[in-house]
T-cell receptor, first 113, second 114 residues
Framework: SAVISQKPSRDICQRGTSLTIQCQVD?????MFWYRQQPGQSLTLIAT?????????ESGFVIDKFPISRPNLTFSTLTVSNMSPEDSSIYLC??????????FGSGTQLSVL | GENVEQHPSTLSVQEGDSAVIKCTYS??????FPWYKQELGKRPQLIID?????GEKKDQRIAVTLNKTAKHFSLHITETQPEDSAVYFC?????????????FGTGTRLTVIP
């Protein structure tokens, strides 16, 4: 399994501010995925980050709100912009672990006041 | 797109009993069905998966069954232990939507009572 380092592990932020979450993988991967897990809910895919191209966003998520960077094959960032309390969630990055499987980072617990 | 439904949302069993969690999916093109276990405050971890060319798969106390015709699949845990307590998520994906693009169910919180 890949080793994924996700930072920060948790943060408490004021509404209107932005937070950038970092995801570092110990091996090169073509795709990285960003998921959101709202309190007590399931995991929802926000976007797929490919190195060298713009991220592909799922329905309901837009680049202005969740800009993503993918500068190389081992690193990605997700920014949660202009935060509101509704953005309070766990944000997880994940990478493929084989043809279909996913391996998840430890997540970032975000609370917005 | 794919819609995965999962039941029950919560499940309590006595230690040693069996637990069954059921999921249905909507996209007949889905061909990969993993199950993830998420302990409190930890990342989701893959515990077992099944592909559409197989009807059943077993790994020690855990088994998964798939009924392609009815579009449902189930997780079976036998001889449950307290450490099985966690939230379990089913998921589905297909080559068309992207093999690693998993659609998750809403989760089942399993509590094993010692």
């Amino acid at each position: 399994s890949a080793v994924i380092s996700q930072k920060p592990s948790r943060d408490i932020c004021q509404r209107g501010t932005s937070l950038t979450i970092q995801c570092q993988v110990d091996s090169q991967v073509t795709m990285m995925f960003w998921y959101r897990q709202q309190p007590g809910q399931s995991l929802t895919l926000i976007a797929t980050a490919n190195q060298g191209s713009e991220a592909t966003y799922e329905s309901g998520f837009v680049i202005d709100k969740f800009p993503i960077s993918r500068p190389n094959l081992t690193f990605s960032t997700l920014t949660v912009s202009n935060m509101s309390p509704e953005d309070s969630s766990i944000y997880l990055c994940s990478v493929p672990a084989g043809r279909e499987k996913l391996f998840f980072g430890s997540g970032t617990q975000l609370s917005v006041l | 797109g794919e819609n995965v439904e999962q039941h029950p949302s919560t499940l309590s069993v006595q230690e040693g009993d069996s637990a069954v969690i059921k999921c249905t999916y909507s996209d007949s093109a889905s061909n990969y069905f993993p199950w993830y276990k998420q302990e409190l405050g930890k990342r989701p971890q893959l515990i077992i998966d099944i592909r559409s060319n197989v009807g059943e798969k077993k790994d020690q106390r855990i088994a998964v069954t798939l009924n392609k015709t009815a579009k449902h699949f189930s997780l079976h845990i036998t001889e449950t232990q307290p450490e099985d307590s966690a939230v379990y998520f089913c998921a589905a994906s297909s080559v068309q939507t992207g093999a690693n693009n998993l659609f998750f169910g809403t989760g089942t919180r399993l509590t094993v009572i010692p």
